[in-house]
């Protein structure tokens, strides 16, 4: 780098842009980005990015510099640079690039760390360790505890716009992707340690080193602000809309709930239920909220079938303490009684009060003894079901010695609640909307419906995907299927399955890919 002839003194507080010098949100921080090894090109847009976020960033180097920030030098070779330029910077910090990109990206100047201070050429300590996972999501234990964040929401926004966008492809890539860095035991500090891991493409790495070394994705922000994306994700909010007819109706010019309501649209039951419903569904429901929920489908089925059992299935069952809805998994421990269970469970909640809508479908699944198991085109499977929207009355908080008093307590304040259903016309209602998914399944199968209602998504894409290419087995959530051996491989329990594929048995716990 041509060396600094001479310095300029800068005010302390104010930025020299060229046109007039702007105050800053954080004056007692200065900064000076080195260009060697950095180029031209690359310092003045870090430099521009910075000031946009209120750092001050000096163009020269000057005494009132706090913050030296350097990319890929050694401490030696920016104190060697400096006492090139003529020394007299004794307190100044020396950075990595990495503590620059971190405060942007937090929008303050972050704590330093040692990973953020420039290492000495000798006995810096040992070198960062390349990381290794499995090539597969069901090899992995994903817990909730994510080390990399930033970059997992980012690549999984670029997941959802593709889904939204009808490009599975795209969708599923990202979401490996982003399933192998949640499954990192910590956090990335180098794009090095990366080389080698499974499932990583191009497009995905190109998204992390944008992250890494700029703070944010260009791709993904302008994804964020898209008019179109934004449109997908408020119409496919809508209870009973998919992608599909989100994009016709964004074609017709429906962008908004408001624009959607005044267009004439036919509506079917569903949607018109999820619109009138759409704020509620659209809060995360708690976990306490799905115990409530819970004890009531419990009285539900004891009442009408006793010895059945029922157990909560989805992220709650992986840990999570929010979701999206709630779903339960049916049963009885003697087959074929849980025939003709759900239509009776369905009238028990509908005459309590607790349904706003739903809609049953039969079980329309045959096992094939010839041919193995009967699959249908998409992945959905085809136990006896009931989609639902519940009203849970909202209850006052309680201790654990009256939670067995919910059910009653919620019967008793459906019975007593005469507001109406429209959430508009009773902002202070005294209940809630929650999406509610009920499931009935046979014995036989109750194990492959738990493995598969309990997800992640990926996680159970990634099973099939296993069983089918490397043992050549047919997984669906009634049953296994051994194409080479034409048999089913019967399972009692989840740890049976994972053996009849050849894996290790990992917990819901850990199946959060």
């Not at 115990?291 to 992220?315: D, F, M, R, Y």
């Amino acid at each position: 780098m041509v060396p600094l002839k001479r310095r300029k003194l800068v005010p302390t507080g104010a930025v020299n842009t060229g046109t007039g010098p702007v105050r800053t949100k954080f004056p007692h921080v200065v900064l000076f980005l080195l260009e060697r090894k950095m180029g031209t090109s690359r310092r003045a847009f870090l430099s521009q990015l910075g000031r946009r976020k209120g750092f001050q960033v000096e163009q020269v180097l000057s005494e009132s510099v706090t913050h030296i920030i350097s990319e890929s030098n050694t401490r030696e070779e920016v104190t060697a640079w400096l006492d090139f330029q003529g020394g007299g910077q004794a307190d100044v910090l020396l950075l990595d690039i990495s503590w620059y990109t971190d405060s942007i990206r937090a929008g303050h100047p972050v704590d330093i760390l040692d990973r953020h201070r420039l290492q000495d050429l000798q006995g810096s300590g040992p070198e960062v360790a390349v990381f290794s996972v499995p090539s597969y999501a069901c090899q992995r234990r994903t817990t909730l505890e994510n080390h990399n964040t930033v970059l997992t929401d980012a690549l999984s926004l670029l997941a959802e716009n593709a889904e939204l966008s009808d490009e599975d492809g795209r969708g599923v890539a990202f979401r490996r992707a982003a399933a192998v860095l949640k499954a990192l035991p910590s956090a990335v500090m180098s794009i090095s340690q990366l080389s080698g891991l499974p499932c990583l493409g191009e497009h995905s790495l190109r998204v992390i080193k944008d992250i890494w070394e700029n703070g944010a994705s260009s791709e993904v922000e302008s994804t964020k602000v898209s008019e179109r994306f934004k449109a997908l994700k408020v119409l496919t909010g809508i209870f009973g809309v998919g992608a599909k007819t989100a994009d016709r109706w964004i074609r017709e010019g429906i962008h908004d709930l408001h624009q959607l309501q005044n267009s004439g649209q036919t509506l079917n039951r569903a949607q018109q239920a999820g619109l009138q419903h759409y704020d509620d569904i659209n809060q995360p429901v708690t976990k306490a909220e799905a115990c409530a929920i819970e004890e009531i489908v419990e009285k539900a089925v004891s009442s009408v079938l006793p010895g059945a059992q029922i157990i909560l299935t989805g992220g709650f069952r992986r840990g999570k303490q929010t979701g999206h809805d709630v779903d339960f998994l049916i049963t009885h421990p003697e087959e074929g009684r849980e025939v003709g269970l759900m239509p009776k469970v369905v009238s028990w909640l509908e005459a309590q009060g607790f349904l706003l809508y739903q809609k049953t479908t039969r079980n329309s699944y045959l096992e094939s003894k010839a041919d193995g198991p009967g699959r249908p085109p998409s992945n959905m499977d085809r136990f006896e079901r009931c989609l639902s929207i519940f009203k849970l009355p909202k209850m006052e908080k309680q201790g654990a010695k009256d939670s067995q008093n919910v059910t009653e307590n919620c019967l008793q304040a459906n019975q007593k609640s005469d507001e109406p259903e429209c959430p508009e016309a009773a902002p202070d209602r005294r209940w809630r909307a929650v999406r509610v998914d009920l499931v009935v399944s046979p014995i036989s199968q109750f194990a492959f419906a738990l493995l598969g209602w309990t997800g992640s998504k990926l996680f159970e894409r990634e099973l099939r995907r296993w069983a089918r290419y490397e043992k050549g087995m047919s997984l669906s959530s009634h049953a296994l299927y051994d194409n080479n051996q034409r048999k089913y491989l019967r399972a009692s329990s989840e740890e049976e399955i994972f053996a009849h594929l050849g894996l290790e048995f990992i917990p819901p716990s850990e199946r959060n890919a």
